[in-house]
């Protein structure tokens, strides 16, 4: 059981799984909006289905896309899985990340190649860095201690001033 004034969360139970791998991918609420587009599209297929039946192949495509690409973080490296193609990167062979202002997050490998990191964000640095095994910093922890250093170094400066100033004894009233 804990409280509210324990600093850290207790230990984890032994019967407690820690996550080994983490799956970033596109959220299947996405084949709702794949769906919207399939029935968009009947009343055009409708008109010729022999000729426009073939248009049936867009949503079909678009929700194996969903369906398929993710960005796999594991304690050994990241599993990449496209379209069509998939690659396993090794932590020894990564050198840095990119996060563009648009778009999906890039690799700067050691042989000097950069690698797309399927559906990942900026956003999703913290599940990357819990996943990681230490290798990748979560910014936003990282912050928070720092947040929490500062407060914690101004409340002492604070005491230490109320201290100093509450021991001198003023000249004037011996």
Same mark, same amino acid.
Not at 139 to 159: C, F, I, Q, T
């Given at each position: 059981m804990s409280s509210s004034s324990q600093p850290v969360p207790?230990?984890?139970?032994?019967?407690?799984a820690e996550p080994i791998e983490q799956s970033i991918h596109i959220s299947k609420l996405g084949l709702l909006a794949v769906g919207l587009l399939a =029935?968009?599209?009947?009343?055009?297929?409708?008109?010729?289905?022999?000729?426009?039946s073939?248009?049936?192949? =867009?949503?079909?495509?678009?929700?194996?896309?969903?369906?398929?690409?993710?960005?796999?973080? $594991? $304690?050994? !490296?990241?599993?990449?899985?496209?379209?069509?193609?998939?690659e396993q990167i090794e932590w020894s062979q990564i050198k840095g990340f990119r996060f563009p202002k648009q778009g999906w997050a890039r690799a700067d490998l050691t042989d000097g190649r950069e690698v797309s990191l399927p559906v990942v964000t900026f956003g999703r640095l913290p599940q990357i860095a819990a996943a990681s !095994? !230490?290798?990748?910093?979560?910014?936003?922890?990282?912050?928070?201690?720092?947040?929490?250093?500062?407060?914690?170094?101004?409340?002492?400066?604070? #005491?230490?001033? #109320?201290?100093?100033?509450g021991t001198e004894s003023d000249p004037g009233t011996k």
């Open positions: 207790p230990n984890s139970s032994s019967h407690t =029935i968009c599209l009947s009343p055009i297929i409708l008109t010729n289905p022999a000729l426009l073939v248009l049936l192949v =867009i949503p079909i495509v678009v929700a194996w896309w969903m369906l398929r690409v993710r960005t796999t973080v $594991t $304690t050994d !490296g990241l599993r990449l899985r496209r379209m069509f193609s998939s !095994g !230490g290798r990748v910093t979560d910014p936003y922890a990282a912050a928070d201690r720092a947040a929490r250093e500062k407060v914690a170094a101004e409340r002492a400066a604070a #005491e230490n001033d #109320e201290t100093e100033s």
